[in-house]
Structure formats: structure tokens, C-alpha cells
């Protein structure tokens, strides 16, 4: 038998599909909307059994919801939720794999032409009335490159695979050797960098791999090296990476996501060999209305009692015997 209406806490604004799916099945109290935050959360937390996040929940936010039992995750990426706190408390956390996998993968190989061919610098020199006095220079090509991607699960596959029909020749790094995959691996991240020209990030976030791209990488990188980042900010060092793009230690970076989001640094910001996103790698009206189903769809099937569809890795579960 169903559960009987649950209470869920919203910590932030969702997309309508995810605000609108619970109406009249679960009591849903939305701390963004609070005029005092702490004091909603003092007066429903205890009775809080699921939580919709787009962002952070840490071990001290669970702490104040002692009855809690599921976080869902609107996005893949988790590591602003402490799932090891989670798992402690036997909290079970959901994402939202899989449903942005192309999406991601298309923005990364855009992102990546759009840099190389410097593509929105183009445009603006055409938009600045510069044609008629001057071609537009010439600009470095995705011809004859090798591409290095870091991570290489499901949206760095899709990655691998659209570079296929580019025919370029592919590496990859990651935690292990992937026997199904005609790749060349590199058992180090800096071996990597020093044998491509092109180093697309798409690696977790988390403590384990922040700052992962660091001087040192960049040097290896070499002056016609182009970073891609689609991943998580906290995987490049920023200062590092502005200081590689102003000496030329690099040729260019294209960004989708930064250490401090919304925030980005004005110096980096500045630099003129970069193309710069904010953070819409999974940003289509498509993509994110999918997304929004399978947190409605974790968060469903959880309090009907058959269990989350999309648990991550860190907080397994199976159905009791």
C-alpha cells in the first residue's frame, strides 16, 4: 500500500514540472519562500521526509531533519550533497543520470569548435563593422588534433563517440581501464595532457578532484592546448588556468562552469582567448523538463514504497526480504 502524504521540503525554487507534480499527494513546504528560513525549517524539520535539491545538503541540514529518508538531486552531478553523511544516516540520495547524457555531450563538442574556431569572437568582429576593413584571422582547426577527455563515463562516452565521426584520434583518463572501448588510455592525467592537444573535462566534482587541473597540467598541456571544461569549476585551478591563458602557456579555454558559479573572475573573464558559457550544458527546455520527471519520478516511487529508480552510488539500496 502507498504511504500516507508525505512532507517534503524544497530548499530552493524547481522547475514547474518538479513544483507543480505534488499537489494534492504530499505536503510540500518550500524554504526559499520562507521569510525566515531557520524558523520554517525549526518548525518542519522533524517532520520532513524527502528533500528536493538542486544544489547543496549537507550532514548538518540532515541533522535538522531527523526523519528524513530520501534526497533527490535535480541534476547528475552530486558532490555539493554529502552522500557519505547520507549513507551514515541511512538517507538514500537520487540523481538524474542518463536523461542530459546528449544534451551535455553536444554542448561539449560545440563549446569545443566554438573555442578552436573562435566562434563568438568572429561574430563580434562582424558585428563591430570590422569585415570590409579586414578578413577575420585565421584560426587554429580540429584537423590533425588528438582529443584527451578526463572521465569517462556516460556523458564523456557520448563525448568519445560524436568526436568519432570527426575522425580524431581519442584518449581518455580516468580511475580504470575500460576494456569495451578502442581509445587509448593514459594511466596518468598529466600523461595525458602532454600527448593531446585537446583536454575536455567532464570528471566528478568533489574534494577527491578539485584543483585536478593545475599548473602543472596546463604546462603539459602546451601552447597549443585547448581546455574544455563541462564538468564541475572545482576541477581546474582558476588562478592557474588564468595565468596559463595570459602567458600562452595554452592556446585557449572553453567554460561552461567555474570555481564560484554565478560568480566568474574579471580576469579571466577578460581574456579574449576564451569562450566563456553560464553553465547551460544541460540547459534546454527538453532536457531539463526530463530532468524534472525523474526527480518526480524518484520522489514518487520512493513514498509508494517500490524504492528509488535512480539511487547513487554511495547510498545503494534493495528492496527489504
Request: charge should be negative; aromatic fraction near 4%; proline fraction near 7%.
Amino acid at each position: 500500500m502507498p504511504d500516507a502524504p508525505a512532507e517534503i521540503l524544497f530548499l530552493r525554487k524547481m522547475h514547474p514540472l518538479v513544483e507543480a507534480a505534488f499537489e494534492g499527494r504530499h505536503v510540500v513546504h518550500r524554504l526559499a519562500e520562507a521569510a525566515d528560513p531557520d524558523a520554517l525549517l525549526a518548525e518542519v524539520g522533524p517532520q520532513i521526509r524527502g528533500l528536493v535539491v538542486g544544489g547543496g545538503a549537507d550532514a548538518a541540514l540532515m541533522d535538522r531533519l531527523p526523519k528524513l529518508e530520501l534526497i533527490a538531486n535535480f541534476g547528475v552531478g552530486y558532490d555539493a550533497v554529502d552522500a557519505g553523511a547520507a549513507h551514515a544516516r541511512g538517507i538514500v540520495v537520487t540523481n538524474t543520470p542518463d536523461v542530459l547524457t546528449d544534451e551535455v555531450a553536444d554542448l561539449a563538442i560545440g563549446l569545443t569548435l566554438a573555442t578552436l574556431r573562435r566562434l563568438p569572437q568572429a561574430d563580434r568582429y562582424l558585428r563591430a563593422g570590422h569585415w570590409p576593413k579586414a578578413p577575420f584571422p585565421l584560426t587554429a582547426s580540429l584537423r590533425g588534433r588528438r582529443v584527451g577527455i578526463l572521465g569517462l563515463g556516460r556523458i564523456g562516452r557520448a563525448i568519445a563517440h560524436r568526436l568519432e565521426s570527426f575522425g580524431v584520434a581519442i584518449d581518455y583518463h580516468g580511475r580504470r581501464r575500460q576494456a569495451d572501448v578502442p581509445y587509448t588510455y593514459h594511466d596518468s592525467l598529466i600523461g595525458m595532457a602532454r600527448a593531446v592537444h585537446i583536454l575536455i573535462v567532464v570528471a566528478p566534482g568533489g574534494p577527491e578532484t578539485r584543483g585536478l587541473i593545475d599548473a602543472a597540467v596546463l604546462e603539459a598541456l602546451g601552447p597549443e592546448g585547448i581546455l574544455i571544461n563541462v564538468a564541475r569549476g572545482t576541477l581546474v585551478d582558476e588562478a592557474a588556468l588564468t595565468a596559463a591563458l595570459k602567458a600562452g602557456t595554452i592556446l585557449g579555454a572553453g567554460l561552461d562552469v567555474f570555481e564560484n558559479e554565478p560568480h566568474v573572475p574579471e580576469d579571466l573573464a577578460a581574456l579574449d582567448n576564451t569562450v566563456l558559457l553560464p553553465h547551460v550544458g544541460s540547459a534546454s527546455e527538453h532536457t531539463r523538463a526530463a530532468m524534472a520527471q525523474l526527480v518526480v519520478d524518484n520522489v514518487v516511487s520512493w513514498f509508494e514504497g517500490r524504492g528509488p529508480l535512480t539511487p547513487v552510488a554511495e547510498t545503494p539500496w534493495s528492496p527489504k526480504s
